[in-house]
């Protein structure tokens, strides 16, 4: 059906109607003769309207006398009525073609690089790593070698533990997944011990480099002493080294609350502003004037708006929305249950990427207490100067 469509409008087609004393003995002598008409219906008694190909018009004029009617066109369809209509106006088929050429030539380069997967690291940053790997803005899809990429930039970047890259028309998509870093470390070279940055019972210990002084079952203070970058050499007497290890101990964490628990909470006012800037070949226009927003408290949402033209291939060109969303901040009194619900949101939060083993309230009174168990590494670096000492 649909290739019979695309069939007509190629060859052009038009529709007629055909008046008279018998209409049907009409279309009955054009299917006769092997003229096709398709479409066909009775207006009235004496009126049928059908529609037939161009190219078979003049081949029915023969049949109005035997059956007494007349045919006129209403309608015409198709390409060949387009050309005809413009065969006259050379420099506009001529732009037609030059912006359809001008497309094809612009959808084989690299326009957008679409970064994913990223929360702590900038998406501007992992577009400088692919930079350097050989993903820039303008050149050739064809020229992007995929595995290569993904290869240099989980070399090159040790903050991330996971990288694809994927080419869809001329969008490049890098989907990453961060490393956790669990604690910033010094050089090498640097003497160091561990010590503890927060207070716990110790669940194991794993001592890559140094002097464990903690074992299994040891209750430590916040600053106690983990694993000492000072070690007795009975020949040589002290060595010290830089202290390296993971001291996974168990921690809590409580805060006990009154009811109706008061927090603060957003309340959009409604009043929302809009700043766009054009985006072409990644430059930008602004089509703003003042780009002072006079709200005290606000939300951003921004996105890019491209020209698509389907499979994944879009145009260097688009529109940057920024959206300001103006609110206040009101105090709001929450129950037990919401208290519950709201608590539970924020040390889920603040124990992200910690063992949480046991999460549980008590009530007392109007005092709600909750108290989180987890098992997290709770070794932090210190540097030790040449005496030996903490710095």
């Not at 007494?68 to 073609?97: Q, S």
């Amino acid at each position: 059906m649909l290739l019979s469509k695309i069939v007509n409008y190629i060859k052009g087609y038009i529709t007629i109607i055909i008046k008279g004393v018998f209409p049907e003995r009409f279309v009955n002598l054009c299917v006769r003769r092997g003229i096709g008409l398709w479409n066909a219906k009775k207006i009235d008694k004496s009126t049928i309207q059908a529609q037939m190909d161009i190219r078979d018009f003049h081949k029915v004029h023969k049949f109005h006398k035997n059956s007494r009617c007349r045919v006129h066109i209403i309608g015409k369809f198709g390409l060949p009525f387009i050309i005809n209509k413009y065969k006259r106006r050379k420099a506009f088929l001529a732009g037609i073609v030059i912006f359809v050429l001008l497309i094809a030539l612009l959808s084989r380069f690299v326009w957008i690089i679409q970064i994913t997967g990223n929360e702590k690291i900038k998406s501007e940053e992992i577009i400088k790593y692919a930079n350097k790997v050989g993903i820039r803005f303008g050149m050739l899809t064809s020229t992007v070698d995929v595995q290569e990429a993904r290869r240099q930039m989980m070399t090159n970047n040790e903050n991330l533990s996971f990288v694809t890259v994927n080419i869809s028309g001329c969008t490049v998509s890098v989907d990453i997944r961060e490393r956790e870093v669990k604690r910033e470390h010094f050089d090498k070279a640097v003497v160091s011990n561990l010590v503890a940055k927060k207070s716990g019972v110790i669940e194991s210990t794993l001592v890559r480099s140094g002097n464990s002084v903690v074992k299994k079952g040891d209750v430590v203070l916040e600053g106690q002493l983990l694993v000492s970058g000072a070690e007795n050499m009975a020949t040589k007497g002290i060595k010290y080294s830089h202290s390296d290890g993971e001291i996974m101990a168990k921690v809590w964490y409580d805060e006990t609350v009154n009811l109706p628990y008061s927090v603060k909470q957003k309340q959009y006012t409604g009043n929302e502003k809009s700043k766009n800037r054009l985006v072409i070949f990644n430059k930008f226009i602004n089509l703003f004037i003042k780009n002072k927003i006079l709200f005290e408290k606000y939300d951003k949402l921004s996105y890019t708006k491209y020209i698509q033209l389907g499979n994944g291939r879009f145009l260097p060109f688009g529109v940057e929305v920024n959206e300001y969303k103006e609110y206040t901040e009101k105090t709001v009194k929450l129950n037990e249950k919401e208290a519950k619900a709201y608590l539970t949101e924020k040390y889920d939060k603040l124990c992200k990427g910690s063992k949480i083993i046991n999460k549980s309230f008590n009530k007392q009174g109007s005092k709600l207490t909750v108290t989180y168990e987890c098992i997290e590494d709770i070794a932090k670096e210190e540097e030790v100067n040449d005496r030996g000492k903490a710095s």
